[in-house]
């Protein structure tokens, strides 16, 4: 075999061959590269491994020891394959360890094997000898003296995810050759930066990686903040965050529409507004305006809870483009969603001379050329729409600012798709699912951020209860009081496919019952997704004039829907449904002056469920509803998979090392505004070019 380095396929790895290697690509693991960036989860101090004489109850411990006697347990217990074995060591005292469901482990740990053993030290229950149940073991090599014996025992050993039968021991040796076989590897990050943030070389990090040296401090180790852990992880991050950098940079650069903040645009503003904005409302504009005012495209993604007031920043931003000479597009996830703010621009513009065209997938083929032409001709001046608004078809005379609504529910394909309907338009993305910031930073890292962080005046959070469904008629009799009152009230069933046929049927069931049986007495009405947009339209309609008081609903009624004399929510079968959802469903109500009310109805739960009713109970806010969610789905859930473009993280973890990610996009910030020197940033850039794009796939670097 001749030299390995980073990019050799890790079958040249001694000990791997074809098999393992096939194991490893399971993985992802295809390189040595690769191999080297599999990190350890944990690692153990087996350089001062307890004697068993010395154990204590209550104490995490690692013991090597030798099998004594194992067994599986007498014949009334088969069925539970208890698994016993004792161990012993130099100190002459016996431990007993017990695993359940574990018969196989009569052919792993026959008497004589020596092991590594780590688990809880406790008194056991049976015979009251100190013991371990189900600790994890490694068994070590037979011979003290075997070379190899070094890398399990007698210092702090890492200790890796197991693949197919790949353990945590092979892992080690496999690591330790790769290691073995390399030469010093060269250090990509830019030498100025090492030196004054003094991280340790990428050749001494990745070594200490796997194999800490003695005076390593366990405790940090197994944080993740031992300086060698923590170089990587800085410097994984320093790439991307450098790679989206160099992105807005370029950006900012290139030419694009400089829209004129002219006095005419700020006398129709004045016109418009039907409320006086919060604080946080003009801030943003002023952020926005800024960015239309300058002669290259705005790309800003505009974060703000539920009921914050996006769409009247979005209709002040329309109305600098308008009185600029340009169109504005504003492409909504949903039918509803696009018909609504259809309707509430019409409402805002309505005294200020625009043409405000809706387009969607339901209309008639000559609806659509018939507005398509208003397009192209530049007669419409606002433009709403779904998806149809992607279409090959439509062109824009000149569209100068694109808007994407909810921008979570669109890929990164479609936004570009938009914005290929004008040159270089400016950009604005708006979300109501506050999305952590340290996923905003890498996700949406080629972006400026403008968030909202207040709601109007007069707002009062919502009370949230957690309901049994046994206790239904409770909420029924409560529910009745509120539209009693004057109210209208949201019942919503989770049907999370508009597809799914089944469940479309249940909530129409759900409707007749409490229509006919719980409800005469009110008006009661239906919305789901399969609907016919025109029924779908006048129901919305009806429930807005409040001709209909209760709105029996699917899923779709999540985004956008206003209507402030709503003020309960009743969400059916609450478990179902994931923490993003369950907050923009109650983001329906509480958008008046009055008190309103979600009511979480759920069967039994299991502990996610639990945890995500018990955030929703206690806490009305965005931000931390998004942390709680991202902590217990993970990055890659967070966003379903309507959403692509996480970066493969491999030794950076985006929940636990935010701080880190924070370090490194700053540093990456500052490398690009002021470059050490031409020789480094040239380095860095290439570097970029040939090794990160590959593996983020995220952005092109410019
Ligand atoms: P979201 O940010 O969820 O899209 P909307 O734009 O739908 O929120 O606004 C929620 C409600 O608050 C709307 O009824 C809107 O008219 C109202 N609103 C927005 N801004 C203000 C304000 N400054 N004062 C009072 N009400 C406002
Ligand atoms: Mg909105």
């Known amino acids: 075999m001749g030299a390995v380095d980073l990019s050799t396929p890790v079958k040249y790895v001694k000990g791997v061959g074809p098999a393992r290697a096939q194991t490893l690509e399971s993985k992802g693991i295809l390189t040595v590269e690769d191999l080297l960036t599999y990190a350890p989860f944990r690692y153990e101090d087996r350089s001062n491994t307890k004697a068993i004489r010395e154990l204590a ?3 995490m411990a690692t013991v090597v020891a030798t099998v004594r006697t194992a067994r599986l347990s007498g014949f009334r217990r088969r069925d539970l394959g208890l698994f016993e074995a004792t161990f012993s060591d130099a100190s002459g005292a016996v431990l007993l360890a017990k695993w359940f469901h574990a018969s196989y482990l009569a052919d792993v740990l026959a008497p004589g094997r020596r092991v590594a053993l780590y688990g809880k030290v406790d008194f056991d229950s049976f015979t009251g000898e100190l013991g ?13 003296d075997d070379p190899e014996a070094s890398l399990h025992v007698g210092r ?17 040796r496999i690591v330790h050759q790769a290691l073995q076989a390399l030469a ?3 250090d990509p990050l830019p030498e100025t930066l090492r030196a004054r943030l003094n991280l340790p070389d990428r050749w001494q990090a990745t070594r200490e990686l796997h194999f800490p040296p003695a005076e390593a401090d366990l405790r940090l180790l197994n944080g993740f903040r031992w300086p060698a852990q923590v170089r990587l992880i800085f410097e994984e991050f320093f790439w991307l965050e450098l790679g989206l950098a160099l992105k807005r940079r370029s950006a900012r650069l290139r030419p694009g529409i400089a829209f004129e903040l002219s006095d005419r645009a700020r006398e129709q503003i004045k016109r418009m507004l039907p409320f006086k904005p919060t604080a946080a409302q003009k801030r943003v504009l002023a952020e926005i305006a800024r960015d239309m005012a300058a002669p290259h495209p705005m790309n800003r993604l505009l974060q703000g809870d539920v009921g914050s007031g996006k769409t009247l920043v979005a209709a002040e931003a329309a109305i600098i483009a308008i009185e600029s000479g340009y169109q504005v597009a504003v492409l909504a996830p949903t039918e509803i969603l696009a018909a609504q703010h259809y309707f509430y621009f ?8 625009y043409t405000v065209v809706l387009l969607t997938g339901s209309l008639s083929a000559r609806e659509k050329a018939q507005l398509k032409k208003l397009v192209a001709e530049g007669l419409a001046q606002l433009v709403i729409g779904t998806h149809a608004l992607l279409e090959e078809d439509v062109a824009f005379a000149r569209l100068g600012l694109a808007i994407v609504d909810e921008q979570h529910r669109f890929g990164v394909i479609q936004r570009l798709k938009l914005m290929r309907k004008g040159v270089a338009p400016d950009v604005l993305v708006m979300t109501a699912t506050p999305i952590p910031r340290t996923l905003a930073l890498t996700l949406y890292g080629d972006l400026d951020v403008s968030v909202l962080d207040e709601l109007p005046p007069g707002r009062k959070p919502v009370v949230t209860r957690h309901v049994s469904e046994d206790r239904i008629e409770e909420v029924w009799s409560f529910l009745k009081r509120q539209i009693e009152a004057g109210r209208q009230a949201y019942i919503v069933y989770p049907v999370i496919e508009e597809s799914d046929v ?8 759900m409707y007749r019952h409490l229509r006919e049986a719980v409800f005469p007495g009110f008006r009661v009405g239906l919305l789901h997704g399969r609907l016919p947009a025109s029924e779908k339209e006048t129901v919305m309609e009806a429930f807005q004039r409040g001709a209909i008081q209760i709105l029996v609903a699917t899923t779709v009624i999540e985004v956008g829907v206003d209507v402030a004399n709503a003020t309960v929510m009743v969400i059916e079968q609450a478990e179902r449904f994931g923490l993003a959802q369950l907050h923009q469903l109650r983001g329906r109500v509480g958008r008046g002056a009055e008190q309103s009310y979600c009511l979480l109805v759920t069967g039994k739960l299991n502990e996610a469920a639990q945890e995500r009713i018990r955030t929703m109970v206690e806490s009305t806010d965005g931000f931390h509803i998004a942390e709680v969610d991202l902590k217990l789905r993970g990055p890659g859930e967070f966003f379903g998979t309507r959403q692509s473009g996480l970066p493969a993280l491999r030794i950076a ?10 370090q490194a996009r700053a540093e990456a910030q500052r490398f690009v505004e002021e470059p050490p020197s031409e020789e480094e940033m040239r380095r860095a850039v290439s570097y970029l070019r040939d090794h990160w794009q590959r593996r983020y796939a995220l952005v092109q670097v410019a």
């Not at 371990?132 to 073991?137: A, D, G, K, R, T």
């Not at 019409?346 to 001379?353: I, P, S, Y």
């Not at 089944?502 to 069931?509: D, G, Q, V």
């Open 57 to 59: 109850p209550g104490e």
């Open 132 to 144: 371990m149940l189900h600790p994890e073991f490694e068994i070590l090599p037979e011979d003290e």
């Open 156 to 172: 702090i050993v890492p200790v890796y995810e197991a693949a197919g039968k790949i353990t945590t021991r092979i892992f080690r």
């Open 184 to 186: 010093p590897l060269p």
């Open 346 to 353: 019409k409402g805002l513009f309505r005294d200020l001379g």
């Open 502 to 509: 089944k469940s479309i049927k249940a909530a129409e069931k």
């Open 653 to 662: 973890n985006l929940l636990r090392d935010g701080e880190i990610l924070e």
